[in-house]
């Protein structure tokens, strides 16, 4: 019985803490910013693609990078992946005529979402951390998530190049071949859950002002990697199911859907900012 109760009171607890960061969040109107991160988001994802294709191709075999970009991406745009990697390529077959004028815009264009994802951070945390970041250190932080993210993207090429021979490697067990392909698919996909993980937790690290502990912080990278994922095969199963968006918004209904999934993955890397700064309110108060 006693066990009953602690049971009960724990889950009290939690269920209040739940309670507290989602009426935090809509105080802080979690869903407004949501949606504008969602909006700068489209205006971003290409140039980003584009300008890291541009610097990594010096390094690595274009082709290769595109084709890892691409089953990355479907973690993250699920039924999006292969329309923008295609206009990526497109772009990449007239590279030699972007002068100096044109990276500059790539540039700007690629570090909106950044921005915005900052501006957005800041308000969730601004009842933990009133202090605001100084212009110079605002300005420089997208740039350096644009070289974090071209680092993952050279880095996880050079795995999967690695790992592709797995695809065609035979295994003979007792007389019989067995094919490896599954350990290959099996690789990239908790490859790219570790990459969603990591680069959610520098978020959170890195945007809110003031110092977070990187326990908050990876618990919050895994919670909204974990979110996401349900999500993500929520909008997998409605790809395949319905076309109800279709009938409606008709030529529009793509961009539509695509806008609602990025704000999806906004709302989650939101929650798990307001679970953080929940976190902290409650340690501060307890000290």
Known sequence: MVKVYKALAAFGRISGFLLRVLGRFRQNQGLILAGSIA??????????????????????????????????????????????????????????????????????????????????ISGIFHRVRPRRRHFLVSSILPYLFIVIIALGVLTLSFVVGALEQLESTKLEVFGHKFGLGFIFSFAVYVLGLSAEVFLITVLYLILPVGNTSFRHALVGGLAATVLWEITRR?????????????????????????????????????????VIAELEHVNEKIR
């Open 39 to 120: 909006y700068y988001t489209l205006l971003s994802v290409i140039p980003l693609m584009i300008l890291i294709l541009i610097v990594l191709s010096h390094f690595m075999d274009p082709e290769l990078l595109i084709e890892t970009m691409q089953r990355f991406l479907e973690l993250a745009m699920p039924g999006y992946a292969a329309a923008l990697t295609e206009q990526v390529r497109v772009f990449l077959r007239y590279r030699g005529v972007i002068g100096t004028v044109g990276i500059l815009v790539l540039v700007f264009f690629s570090s909106i979402a950044f921005s915005v994802l900052e501006s957005a």
């Open 234 to 274: 929520v909008i997998v199963w409605y790809y395949k199911t319905f076309t109800f968006v279709n009938l409606i918004y008709g030529s529009f209904a793509s961009v539509v859907v695509f806008l609602l999934g990025v704000e999806a993955v906004a709302i989650i890397v939101l929650l798990g900012a307001q």
